[in-house]
């Protein structure tokens, strides 16, 4: 996804047409569901915007299944959905507005140390295939020293290239890897039709077909390879994973990274390039510039991508929107998209660890808003 001066330029060009000018529609309440990812961006961001114009926004979550259902079924003015799909009608558009890390999460409290995760484990430990934390996979993942990469960053935190290139500033030695103990893995997932849950599957199922064979869905038990064992928990929604995962003892789960805890650590994911990268806004960024992008804003990922610095489970949420809607609030649903997609959003809560849109990407998404009632 590397971009030509000309095409830099025109996507800059068009940002700043997409981001000024920010319209006040007074008293104009709009209405959104679905993707649970993205609730602390829009929690955090609509404040300012409320402020700035006069409007309203109420956001109810409940998935990226739910997102797609309303948006199908002319339900609220905006919806997310964390994966694509085929709409009721052609006139509802996908919109890449949001970005960030799904982490693979433990429950900390019974380790010492960084836990490390390759691939294959991941993949394993989801299938039940791994059952034990101290596996001799895990315990192999995690044995020596790692060694971790310094990228140099902005001011703004973000990853420095040259010519498409991270710029390194140093590798050394870190500690070794977390101590594991001899107890059961308790496998928390995620009940309810989920985005989140459909861009995990496929990362597993892009490099394990064998395993993961059934590519499409959101709901984990459908998407698992036999019957998930009685033993695994499960909670509907990010934070009701998020929950259940920090008061489970030995617990393993996958969120959205903004739902990490004090007992909530984040393992280190092996990249294409064998790095071990944890999850980040700047990590997320680089991969998903090797995605392919198509006309209409979905993306296609290359979870295996050598490109340094690459953090391979970061997504995209999708802002689904009729485009055949027109009025105030239409107008107020454009106005807010185009402040979520804005660096005055991602830049509120670096925390949360979500990535401005960019490039090629940004080019796309600013073209289909334009198609929106302004």
Known sequence: MKLSRSIKVAAVAIAAAVFSSQAAFAGVTVTGTGASFVTPLIN????????DTGNTISYFGGGSGAGRANANNGIGDFAFSDASYTPATSSILHL???????AVMHNKRDFEGQLYLSPATISDIFAGKITKWDDPKIKADNAGTKAVVTYKKDAKGKIVKVK?????????????????PSESIRVVYRSDSSGTTENFVNYMYGQF??????????????LFPGDVPLSWLSASG?????????????????NE??????????????NGAGELVLPSASGTGIFLGQAKVSADGKLTYDYTTKVAGAYPLGVVSYALVDSSRKGAEAKATTSFLKYLLSEKCTGTSPALEYSTITGSLLTTVSGLIAKLDQ
Do not use: D, E, M
């Open 164 to 180: 498409g290139k991270a710029v390194v500033l140093s590798t050394k030695a870190a500690t070794p890897g977390a101590t594991l």
């Open 257 to 270: 990274a903004s739902y990490a805890s004090s007992n909530l650590g984040k393992a280190a994911i092996k």
């Open 238 to 254: 990010s934070a009701g994973v998020a929950a259940l995962a920090a008061r489970t003892p030995y617990s393993i789960s996958y």
């Open 96 to 102: 890449a507005v949001a970005s960030a890390p799904i």
């Open 209 to 222: 077909p064998s395993t993961w064979t059934k590519k499409s869905g959101g709901t984990f038990a459908n």
């Open 44 to 51: 955090t961001c609509k404040i300012a915007w409320q402020n």
